[in-house]
């Protein structure tokens, strides 16, 4: 359904020191790929699993801010990955937030997830359902 998620960042160096280490977590082992657009702004581009994650200077020259009520959710392989995940986003300046890391019951049956904040704001969610 998704083709690519583009987020604003007001550090790009500090979003790639994060975005590399959270990510190889999920097996992602390239590191982003720089990118200066038309526009003149420099982007991050990560690919993996067939989609894309962007990661950009704003192009209205404004700050970047995180969007409030919206949430960027990584798929995980193991209720270990999702720790990690959580773990290794805090170790790399990233906030937890809600509930610790863990198993929550839902409409759509028991799932492991964590949530943690991005350097710039941004609400990641880590998440296992088993099958």
């Known amino acids: 359904m998704f083709n ?8 790009l160096q500090r979003s790639k020191r994060f975005y590399d280490q959270v990510l190889g977590v999920l097996g992602m082992t390239k590191e982003a790929i720089p990118y200066t657009a038309e ?7 990560y690919r993996h699993g067939g989609g894309l994650l962007a990661i950009t200077q704003p192009i209205d020259g404004q700050p970047a801010t995180s969007a409030n009520g919206a ?3 990584f798929a995980c392989d193991s209720p270990e990955q999702v720790r990690d995940f959580h ?11 809600e509930d610790p890391p863990g198993v929550r019951e839902g409409g759509m049956g028991p799932m492991h997830l964590s ?9 990641l969610c880590a998440i296992y359902r088993q099958t």
């Open 39 to 45: 526009s003149g702004h420099q982007r991050l581009y």
């Open 87 to 97: 773990d290794v986003a805090v170790a790399h300046g990233g906030t937890s937030i």
């Open 71 to 73: 949430t960027i959710g």
């Open 115 to 123: 949530y943690v904040r991005d350097p710039d704001g941004h609400k």
């Open 4 to 11: 690519h998620i583009m987020i604003g960042s007001n550090d």
